[in-house]
C-alpha cells in the first residue's frame, strides 16, 4: 500500500490499513523523505540506477516484487495528495520495468464532500494512470463524507475497502 498523507490526522491511510488488513501486502513507509533531492528526474536515462538517493530505492523494491499496490489518498483540491504524486512521478526512472509487471491496483480515497462530482478528476487520473502503467484495476473505494477519521469510522467506506481486499 502507497498510502500518502501531509496531515497528522492520516484519515486516508487510516481507511486503506482496514482496506488491506484482509490481505498480507507490505505497506511501504519512508525515513528519508521522497521528493526533497532536487537533482534532476530522468537523469538515469530511465531504469537507474536513480540519482536521486532516498527512499524511493524501497518503493521501487517492493513495486517490482509485489503482486497489487494500493493507493491511498486523501482528496486535495480535487487530486490525489502532492505527497503520493511524488511517489507516482518517481515511477518514470523504472516505467517500462513496472509496465512489464502488470500489477493488479486499487484506489481507495476520503474526501470531505459527498456531491456526485467530488471524485471525478482524481478517478479519471487514476484510469488513466492505470491504463498508462498497464496495472489491472481490481477496484475503487471513493469515500464520499469522510471529512475526518470519525467521519469515516461512521460510514461504510472501511468496510467497503475491507471486503475489495477480502475479494481478490
Ligand atoms: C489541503 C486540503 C485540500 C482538500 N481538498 C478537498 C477537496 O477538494 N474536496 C473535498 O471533498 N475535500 C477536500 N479536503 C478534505 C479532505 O479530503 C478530508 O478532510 C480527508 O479526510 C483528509 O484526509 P487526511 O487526514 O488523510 O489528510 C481537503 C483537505 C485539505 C487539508
Same mark, same amino acid.
Given at each position: 500500500?502507497?498510502?500518502?498523507?501531509?496531515?497528522?490526522?492520516?484519515?486516508?491511510?487510516?481507511?486503506?490499513?482496514?482496506?488491506?488488513?484482509?490481505?498480507?501486502?507490505?505497506?511501504?513507509?519512508?525515513?528519508?523523505?521522497?521528493?526533497?533531492?532536487?537533482?534532476?528526474?530522468?537523469?538515469?536515462?530511465?531504469?537507474?540506477?536513480?540519482?536521486?538517493?532516498?527512499?524511493?530505492?524501497?518503493?521501487?523494491?517492493?513495486? @517490482?516484487?509485489?503482486?497489487?499496490?494500493?493507493?491511498?489518498?486523501?482528496?486535495?483540491?480535487?487530486?490525489?495528495?502532492?505527497?503520493?504524486?511524488?511517489?507516482?512521478?518517481?515511477?518514470? /526512472?523504472?516505467?517500462?520495468? @513496472?509496465?512489464?509487471?502488470?500489477?493488479?491496483? /486499487?484506489?481507495?480515497?476520503? /474526501?470531505?464532500?459527498?456531491?456526485?462530482?467530488?471524485?471525478? /478528476?482524481?478517478?479519471?487520473?487514476?484510469?488513466? @494512470?492505470?491504463?498508462?502503467?498497464?496495472?489491472?484495476?481490481?477496484?475503487?473505494?471513493?469515500?464520499?463524507?469522510?471529512?475526518?477519521?470519525?467521519?469515516?469510522?461512521?460510514?461504510?467506506?472501511?468496510?467497503?475497502?475491507?471486503?475489495?481486499?477480502?475479494?481478490?
Amino acid at each position: 500500500m502507497v498510502a500518502r498523507t501531509p496531515r497528522e490526522s492520516r484519515n486516508a491511510p487510516r481507511m486503506g490499513i482496514r482496506g488491506v488488513s484482509a490481505l498480507a501486502f507490505p505497506q511501504i513507509g519512508h525515513k528519508k523523505r521522497i521528493g526533497e533531492d532536487r537533482r534532476c528526474c530522468m537523469r538515469c536515462g530511465y531504469e537507474g540506477p536513480c540519482v536521486q538517493k532516498d527512499d524511493n530505492e524501497i518503493v521501487r523494491r517492493t513495486l @517490482l516484487d509485489t503482486d497489487m499496490v494500493v493507493f491511498a489518498t486523501p482528496l486535495y483540491y480535487y487530486g490525489m495528495s502532492a505527497q503520493l504524486k511524488t511517489v507516482i512521478d518517481r515511477f518514470c /526512472a523504472y516505467n517500462s520495468s @513496472l509496465n512489464s509487471r502488470h500489477l493488479k491496483s /486499487a484506489l481507495l480515497t476520503v /474526501a470531505w464532500n459527498a456531491d456526485d462530482r467530488t471524485f471525478d /478528476a482524481l478517478e479519471a487520473n487514476y484510469k488513466t @494512470l492505470v491504463r498508462y502503467i498497464n496495472f489491472n484495476d481490481m477496484g475503487m473505494v471513493l469515500g464520499c463524507g469522510c471529512g475526518s477519521p470519525s467521519m469515516t469510522r461512521r460510514s461504510g467506506y472501511p468496510e467497503k475497502a475491507y471486503q475489495l481486499g477480502r475479494k481478490l
